[in-house]
């Protein structure tokens, strides 16, 4: 299966900025800023879409919500994310038959999370608490930077209990930003 982890996605203006069509797919450590149609989204495109995870993400949902889930999915996860969503609306979709949503932290505006999320910089902000649930999810190993997560992984992409002198975020693969401490 395909399985993205840490990348930026800047606004899709067609479609979304991670979609998922398909089962058995795990989405961690994405830092994502719009979409047309959603910052992540997971499509039922065939009738079984099961098994996925989409775990350990940072969203802004500018024109479409930050996360979509199609009502097909099933025995799947949306755990320990961090988004905003700038129409006021709830970023996150609910629990349903086949979704459990938990740990997922929802900011009241984009500086509540964010250092500046309007200039890319998408450093946490010190001293928030961003797991209210304490999820413990086997798929959060290490944050967007490679950084080990504890047991109980903090929401979003990146660890807040770091201090990064400079993390300037661009529309580049994950290999090519700065996270030297």
Known sequence: SVVPSGRL???SRNND????????????NNIVVGGADGGIYVNAYWSSVHDV???GNSV???????????????????????AWQ???ATPFPDSGAGLDVAGN????????CWVDGDSWQFL???GRDFSPEG??????????????????????????????????LGIAPKSTFNCEK
């Open 105 to 112: 932290y929802a900011c009241k505006n984009a500086e509540h």
């Open 86 to 88: 700038q129409d006021g």
């Open 9 to 11: 996605g800047k606004l």
């Open 17 to 28: 900025s991670i979609e998922v069509g398909g089962p058995n797919v795990t989405v961690t």
């Open 124 to 126: 946490p902000s010190q």
């Open 53 to 55: 995870v989409v775990a």
């Open 135 to 168: 999820v413990a999810e086997p798929t959060l190993v290490t944050d967007f930077c490679g950084v080990e997560r504890g047991q109980i992984p903090t929401s979003g992409a990146l660890e807040p209990s770091l201090v990064f002198t400079t993390l300037t």
């Open 60 to 82: 802004i949902g500018e024109v479409a919500p930050a996360f979509r889930m199609a009502r097909e999915v099933t025995a799947s996860r949306l755990i320990d994310n961090l």
